[in-house]
């Protein structure tokens, strides 16, 4: 479907042709003077010098060919040169009657729906999540639904961290702790238990001590580097010890993704590409890519245009073992293979940025990705608290997420009970669903790459910029809906809508017939937080018609069947916003 703007802009530039010039210069957009109009256009700006006339003369001659026009009540042209535009009332109506018909509210489908590979979450087996994976899972999750929404086609990949140094750490800890087990006996040839000898938080207790030791006993960091070399290379009791690791830190990864209304396609890893290291690492040799250095294996990603230093990429470490590097490499040479993306998207922590530069750049050289395939890294942020340092708890330690989840769910819960009486059963059921809200719309509301600090009493705040405040306004619109069907009323289709009478009607429809466009280009430029400013734009446009305009107590029919269509459009709209950030709203609030 074409978006408002194109049709407007269609409509100016038949009158730029009309008036003798060229229709391309027609380009109608939303004004960044609200004050003075609703929509502009500078196309006898840029025409001016083509022409060699005043541009004010352009405008004026224009502007004069659409004084007929049905699609706008008001055309302007004003110094030095400028069109100003108000819509016709029922132009915007006939409009947004497509609007509403349309499956997707006017989003704008591409021609050709791009293949992407979205590359988020990254939690790593057997340490604990912190908030950089809670950030990577919150946006890459909204991202993934907005792209698709957006007529893409989108695979999203959790790419765990199972393979690294962490892994060996653990194995080593354990070995010491419990040497006897089967699992370090290089004679064993039974088969292994069945039943992993730790639990969730042996686990998580492990893998801190274990790295904080290995920081200050050299012969304990050599020991664990050694158990990751050995399990890479495939030591059948290692093997056997890490597929516990994985079954016990899978099952608990899942539950905490779950909760965050976070799912993946695919639940590929480090580990995934073992296979292919070897056959890739040998071609990079053979065609003369990777070179030896200080006895590590590396390729050289500078470029002659580079101001910032950029060390060169490093394949294998001095003792053969692969690193964070190598695993990133395989993974995209098996996704280019299997899945022939047209575009792969990265989200870590921006501190990952030159890390990721250098695997790009290696991966280009290399010829592992093809040069038609876009490559983003979208480095996000640090969550900090509200004294401005990286998120910690009370008492200082990393957060854990369902500490963050239910502390944030206890102060949901209180304001709910402050407000208007509910049972306790609803209290809980809402807190559970408005909590994730607050804690989405909290982080995606920023954009992606600032810094930004998690205030609980903000983020749960009924009114301003918060998920509270925008599912509060669905709440209120199904409630509303809910009333008139109680008083007998029939919901009218989305598309009984009528032109609007007051500014705060007619701002309403302008802000819902701008979705289609709006989320076109939110997912396109992988911003969430436009999504996001848009859903407060269209929450504030309600509450203020709705807060001028008589619903339920219109007397002429049409037009209350017209306002009662507005309002399912509106909440329509929302709803499929607030599902396209990753999160839903309840029925009652
Ligand atoms: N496991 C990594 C970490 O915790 C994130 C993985 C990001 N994805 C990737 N393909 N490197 O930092």
Redesign the pocket.
């Known amino acids: 479907m074409n978006t408002l703007l194109d049709l407007l802009s269609q409509e100016a530039g038949k009158a730029f042709a009309e008036a003798g010039y060229d229709a391309a210069l027609g380009r109608v957009t939303v004004s960044n003077r609200p004050d003075l109009c609703e929509y502009q256009c500078n196309g006898a700006m840029a025409g001016a010098k083509q022409y060699h006339k005043a541009p004010i003369q352009i405008a004026g001659e224009v502007a004069e060919k659409l004084s007929g026009s049905a699609y706008f009540s008001e055309v302007a042209a004003v110094a030095p040169g400028f069109l100003n535009l108000k819509v016709s009332e029922g132009a915007l109506a006939e409009y947004l009657k497509e609007v509403a018909a349309d499956e997707k509210f006017g989003t704008p489908l591409p021609e050709k729906p791009l293949k992407i590979i979205l590359?988020y979450g990254?939690?790593?087996v057997a340490k604990p999540l912190h908030v950089?994976?809670l950030r990577?899972a919150i946006i890459g999750e909204a991202l993934k639904r907005m792209l698709r929404y957006a007529g893409h086609e989108v695979i999203g990949d959790v790419?765990?961290?199972d393979w690294g140094l962490q892994m060996g750490l653990v194995i080593a800890a354990i070995e010491e702790q419990q040497p006897e087990l089967v699992y370090f006996d290089p004679g064993f040839t039974g088969t292994y238990p069945e039943e992993a000898p730790f639990t969730i938080s042996d686990l998580e207790e492990i893998y801190p001590k274990a790295s904080a030791r290995s920081k200050e006993d050299a012969d304990f960091k050599a020991k664990a580097m050694e158990a990751t070399h050995q399990l890479q290379i495939g030591n059948p009791g290692y093997r056997a010890l890490w597929d516990q690791m994985m079954k016990v830190s899978l099952k608990d990864l899942k539950k905490n993704y779950d909760s965050l209304n976070v799912t993946f396609d695919l639940w590929k890893g480090e580990s995934s590409v073992q296979d292919r290291i070897p056959a890739m690492v040998q071609r990079l040799k053979d065609e003369g890519y990777a070179y030896l250095s200080d006895g590590a294996l590396v390729v050289d990603v500078k470029e002659d245009t580079d101001t910032k230093e950029m060390p060169p990429c490093m394949i294998l470490k001095s003792d053969g073992a692969s690193l964070?590097n190598t695993t990133?490499l395989a993974?995209m040479e098996e996704r280019v293979e299997l899945y022939h993306p047209d575009w792969m998207v990265?989200m870590?922590?921006k501190r990952?940025s030159l890390y990721f530069e250098q695997v790009f750049r290696c991966a280009r050289k290399t010829g592992i990705v093809p040069g038609d395939t876009k490559l983003t890294f979208l480095g996000f942020g640090t969550m900090n608290g509200t004294d401005g340092k990286p998120f910690k708890t009370r008492d200082g330690g990393v957060m854990r997420l369902e500490m963050l989840i239910g502390d944030t769910r206890a102060e949901m819960l209180r304001k709910i009970r402050e407000g208007r009486p509910v049972t306790e059963e609803e209290a809980q059921a809402t807190a559970d669903i408005v909590a994730l809200a607050a804690i989405k719309y909290g982080d995606l509301s920023n954009q992606a790459s600032k810094d930004y600090i998690f205030d609980i009493d903000r983020f749960t705040s009924f009114e301003g910029d918060t998920g509270p405040y925008i599912l509060y306004t669905v709440v209120r619109i199904k409630s509303i809906l809910a009333k008139y069907e109680e008083n007998g009323g029939r919901i009218p289709a989305r598309d009984a809508l009528v032109p609007a009478v007051g500014e705060d009607e007619k701002k309403l429809q302008m802000v819902l017939s701008g979705f289609g466009a709006m989320m076109a280009g939110a997912a396109q430029e992988l911003a969430p937080h436009k999504l996001c400013g848009y859903l407060y734009d269209l929450a504030n446009a309600f509450n203020k018609f709705y807060h001028e305009t008589p619903i339920l107590a219109e007397t002429d029919p049409v037009r209350r069947e017209g306002l009662v269509a507005l309002l399912v459009l509106a909440r329509d709209v929302l709803e499929t916003a607030v599902h396209a950030l990753g999160f839903d709203a309840p029925s009652k609030m």
Do not use: E, I, V
């Open positions: 590359d990254g939690a790593n950089g994976h990577s790419h765990l961290g964070y990133d993974t990265y870590t922590d990952q």
